[in-house]
């Protein structure tokens, strides 16, 4: 038992500090909205990501698996929201330098606000619900309550993730400051971000059934 665990904790390390879907949203937002919002849509992904970890416990997570039309629609549904939040991000890029010229928090996503939108880009990943449907029960004892095996499995996953995924953001945040000086280049920035976010809705949208 003792070597399936250390087994699964370096799978699960290497699979999580590969960049990914949930690292490129937190540096998106990190660039556009700097680092506290970043790590608040950190912690959103993580529940959202945590919910699909509960899913694949009691066994949602195979419907995914073995419904094209399940996959599809979960896929592009979060592929739109993706693409909604880079747009926006594009087309305020400049409110946001004027934010940072003129404090006020009207222009910028509230950290309510980046939360919910954490949530809603998590739970509506399909290749990370595939990967721990894929992933998880490999490391399961079959003759034990292998539900909650798999529910405990997820939380460290989902745990690793909230500590790597910060370390990302807050890297970006930094970067960010430097930019910050220049509402041109801030403004500039908060586009990069948002078309990161688009690219990443567009790769989430043409993202294949294989985990």
């Not at 592929?79 to 890029?93: H, P, Q, S």
């Not at 996503?109 to 509506?124: K, N, S, T, Y």
């Not at 989902?158 to 970006?172: E, P």
């Amino acid at each position: 038992m003792s070597e399936r665990l250390v087994a699964f904790f370096v799978a699960a390390v290497v699979f999580i500090a590969v960049p990914g879907p949930s690292v490129v949203f937190a540096i998106g937002r990190a660039l556009i909205a700097g680092r506290r919002r970043a790590l608040c849509s950190v912690i959103g992904n993580t529940a959202g990501i945590g919910l699909q970890v509960v899913g694949v416990a009691v066994g949602l997570g195979a419907v995914l698996e073995r419904s094209a039309v399940a996959f599809t629609v979960v896929k592009l549904a979060g592929a739109a929201y993706l693409v909604i939040l880079g747009v926006t991000a594009i087309r305020r890029r400049h409110r946001a330098a004027a934010v940072l010229a003129a404090p006020g928090p009207e222009a910028l996503p509230g950290w309510r606000r980046c939360i919910v939108d954490g949530v809603v880009v998590g739970a509506l990943n399909p290749k990370s619900a595939l990967f721990f449907v894929a992933f998880l029960p490999q490391f399961a004892d079959p003759g034990g309550a292998v539900g909650a095996q798999i529910l405990t499995l997820g939380l460290v996953v989902v745990t690793l993730g909230l500590v790597l995924d910060s370390v990302w953001a807050l890297s970006a945040g930094t970067a960010r400051a430097w930019f910050a000086r220049s509402p041109r280049r801030l403004a500039a920035l908060g586009a990069a971000g948002g078309v990161t976010m688009v690219g990443l809705g567009v790769g989430l949208a043409t993202t294949s059934r294989t985990p």
